[in-house]
């Protein structure tokens, strides 16, 4: 099973900045990596796949890069409605497998 | 407009079974990988089982296997998850997703969770 390591555990960013979050692989899941969002309550939203392709209504303020075990989600001019839980997930082997989450939390 | 809707959670002792019913609109369901994802209480997410397009092809996660068994139906638009043997441990919302090729999810239900006690 591959291990999703997502760091930091929580990040504090103040609105109007740029935060960004890192995913790591235990081994290679070349580009085959998402990126979810998840709010308290709600279900995952998916806004990154493919490691850098923005999911459809998905703002180009989030940005995803990276490939084989290191991956970046960035989120610039931070707005309110982005704090929130992030997850990675790979899906170049079975079982898919997620990050632990990095919550985004208003400094 | 795609919906996606879980139903069939509860209350259920350890060693006890449960169906969960997933039904789906807004897109081509018989074209679609669905898959179930989970999350225990204040945890991350797990997930649990996909199933192909016509329903041949089934895959779980070891924690689940040989207890948990995926079925669906293309004329209904929907698919269930029959949990048998429940543990504490598969305590969780269970999520309902569509996903590409069973890779990752772009539409969600909103869960429905599922509490295994005695």
């Known amino acids: 099973e591959i291990v999703m390591t997502q760091s930091p555990d929580t990040l504090s960013v103040s609105p109007g900045e740029r935060a960004t979050l890192s995913c790591r692989a235990s081994?290679?899941?070349?580009?085959?990596l998402a990126w979810y969002q998840q709010k308290p309550g709600q279900a995952p939203r998916l806004l990154i796949y493919?490691?850098?392709t923005r999911a459809t209504g998905i703002p180009a303020r989030f940005s995803g890069s990276g490939s084989g075990t290191e991956f970046t989600l960035t989120i610039n001019t931070l707005q309110s409605e982005d704090f929130a839980v992030y997850y990675c997930?790979?899906?170049?082997?079975?079982?898919?497998?997620f990050g632990q989450g990095t919550k985004l939390e208003i400094k | 407009e795609v919906q996606v809707v879980e139903s069939g959670g509860g209350l259920v002792q350890p060693g006890g079974s449960l169906r969960l019913s997933c039904v789906a609109s807004?897109?081509?369901?018989?074209?679609?990988?669905m898959s179930w994802v989970r999350q225990a209480p204040g945890k991350g997410l797990e997930w649990v089982a996909n199933?192909?397009?016509?329903?041949?092809?089934?895959y779980y996660v070891d924690s689940v296997q040989g207890r948990f068994t995926l079925s669906r139906d293309n004329a209904k638009n929907s698919f269930c998850l029959q949990m048998d043997s429940l543990r504490d441990e598969d305590t969780a919302v269970y999520y309902c997703?569509?996903?590409?090729?069973?890779?990752?999810?772009?539409?969600w239900g909103q869960g429905t969770l599922v509490t295994v006690s005695s």
């Open positions: 997703a569509r996903t590409y090729w069973g890779d990752y999810g772009d539409y």
């Open positions: 807004g897109f081509t369901f018989s074209s679609s990988w």
């Open positions: 199933i192909n397009q016509d329903g041949s092809g089934k």
């Open positions: 081994q290679s899941v070349s580009s085959k």
């Open positions: 493919a490691a850098s």
């Open positions: 997930q790979q899906y170049n082997n079975w079982p898919r497998t």
